[in-house]
């Protein structure tokens, strides 16, 4: 048996290394994988070294602790099956189908309170999807949207999609999403957006009802393209009052902003959401454990994995990476499978 993960050696150039199998400590599980997912968001910010200096990757997830540098293993977004255990786990873990916030590696020991079971009636492909989800279910929880509100998501990739799954089961006036390729435009219709508009179209912003100086017709803006320059436009759809969700990083790229148009004087507000905390009015009872049973329940209703648009092997984890570097308007989610083996 050999173990195969992806690295990051420097921008641009992704490896997949081959090694030793992990041995289990006493109270570890061995999984095996299956599946991967590639995040179009965080983690080309990896491989296209855009990731803000001294920023840690991620203090939340225990695979992914420490400061960033390259070369380095990243990804959150693992579905596998459990091989074998440590004396002191329980022989119940034996064999099941577990998701893991893990970087790419065919074969990996961890601790089960790493692991999150996955539901019998929810397949591998879908349960790739936890993580987005759970981001959409916090977008969710921030930005409050009520009944009768008028809401624009901008950016349409995975995450864009499935918040705009989840706000077309509110009763919403409408919902409208932006995003400049056709692709993810014609995948939020059938999700169940009001109208898909380009940004990039000279009167996508009149058709919102923006005008210079006095605000649009939204009462609740998400930005979620990862473009810093989307989050101005953004401000200026709202109406008095309004207000904008930011779920993008935007890792080392700087943002610029006009404040001192209709921002001040509509009173707009900003509100940073990001998916390892939550707002404080929230935190006691909104707890990890309850966004995650959620995020499966949303899974099981919007069944996402028609979203993914190609399933390379784990080899061919370079032409991946590549493919959504450069033809993002091709692309949905990317996923490797681990499964295909490597050829000799």
Not at 77 to 100: I, S
Not at 136 to 147: E, K, Q, R
Not at 254 to 277: A, E, K, M, N, W
Not at 281 to 299: F, N, P
Request: one cysteine or more; aromatic letters at 8%; hydrophobic letters at 40%.
């Amino acid at each position: 048996m050999t173990r195969r993960k992806v690295v990051f050696r420097e921008p641009f150039r992704v490896e997949v290394e081959e090694g030793l199998p992990p041995l289990p400590g006493p109270d570890q599980l061995l999984v095996g994988v299956r599946f991967s997912a590639i995040s179009p968001g965080t983690e080309m910010l990896v491989y296209q070294g855009q990731w803000p200096p001294g920023v840690p990757l991620d203090a939340t997830i225990t695979s992914l602790a420490g400061p960033f540098h390259y070369p380095l293993s990243y990804g959150y977004a693992t579905v596998g099956r459990v091989l074998a255990q440590g004396e002191e786990v329980p022989d119940t873990w034996l064999g099941r189908r577990v998701f893991a916030f893990h970087p790419h590696e065919s074969l990996f020991a961890a601790r089960p309170d790493a692991l999150y079971p996955i539901p019998d009636d929810i397949d591998d492909q879908t349960a790739l999807f936890l993580p987005a989800m759970e981001t959409a279910v916090t977008l969710l929880l921030d930005g409050a949207p009520l009944i009768g509100e008028e809401v624009v998501v901008s950016g349409q990739g995975i995450v864009g999609l499935l918040t705009t799954a989840l706000l077309t089961r509110f009763p919403l006036t409408s919902l409208i999403t932006l995003d400049c390729h056709a692709i993810r435009r014609e995948a939020s219709l059938r999700l169940g957006a009001t109208d898909a508009l380009d940004p990039a179209e000279d009167d996508a912003m009149e058709r919102l009802g923006a005008a210079t100086g006095s605000g649009g017709q939204a009462d609740l803006v998400y930005e979620l393209s990862g473009n810093p320059a989307a989050l101005d436009p953004a401000l200026g759809l709202c109406r008095f009052s309004g207000r904008v969700v930011v779920g993008s990083w935007y890792g080392a790229k700087r943002v610029s902003l006009d404040l001192g148009s209709f921002f001040h004087r509509g009173r707009v507000t900003l509100i940073s959401s990001q998916v390892s905390t939550i707002a404080p009015a929230l935190s006691g009872r909104w707890q990890g454990e309850r966004r995650i049973a959620v995020a499966w329940e949303m899974l099981r209703q919007v069944r996402p994995a028609s979203l993914i648009s190609h399933s390379l092997p784990l080899a061919e984890a370079a032409l991946a990476y590549d493919r959504i570097h450069r033809a993002p308007g091709e692309t949905i989610q990317v996923i490797l499978d681990h499964s295909i083996p490597t050829e000799s």
